[in-house]
């Protein structure tokens, strides 16, 4: 929940639960973005003042570059597993290039601030979009992760649709009130945890309507 807060929550969700993928890499790919981002962000900003290349001022730019190449790190070693690229990482790779080389090219932070709301946003579109047209995206993303039916898939793409319009304002109130590192680190001790906490909240839900055993219950009726 790939922003550079949410831009981690996608495919982690299917990992939080067991999985014929195996889940424990996939789960690093996710996080390992914002791990750096925040990591070289703090780095740059034990950096001396001054205005040179290395100075406390761009550390957002230092942190964004590393991201970017993470995403497009992740992305390449998909594609060379051979294994499927999900929709949300290709939205989430094309919002980092637009948004992120913008941050770096016009050294303007604010294009970073503004990156995990609008891929919070699609992502809740996507849902929402689909839901509408009659396509639950969330079960064409997912379901090589879990079993279940028709109706259970659509309360499980609705409170991840709430979810990512939850965490959209989430990212502007910090980014408007709250200081620059303050929101930079909130990726580690907010939002990261927030999504662990809703993925484990889903998981007696998913457990109870699942028809994999692997979750060591059937599908029940309603």
Known sequence: ???????????????SAPSKSGGAGKIWRELGPVLLFVVVYNLVRRMPEGGGLFAKETAIYWGTG???????AVIGWTVYKKEPISPMLIVTGVIVTVFGGLTIYLQSPE????????????????IFGGLAFGKNVWKIAFQ?????????????????????????????????TQTEDFWANSKI?????????????????????SNDDAFGSKAENK
């Open 1 to 15: 929940m790939t922003d550079i807060s949410k831009d981690t929550s996608v495919d982690a969700t299917a990992d």
């Open 66 to 72: 590393v991201f970017m190449a993470a995403i497009f």
């Open 111 to 126: 294009f970073a601030y503004y990156k995990p709301t609008i891929i919070n946003l699609l992502f809740a579109g996507l």
């Open 144 to 176: 090589h992760a879990f079993d279940l039916p028709d109706y259970a898939w659509k309360v499980f793409a609705i409170r991840w649709g709430l979810f990512y319009i939850a965490l959209a304002a989430l990212n502007e109130f910090l980014w408007r």
């Open 189 to 209: 001790f907010l939002v990261m945890p927030a999504t662990f906490l809703f993925m484990m909240a889903n998981m007696p839900y998913l457990m109870k309507h």
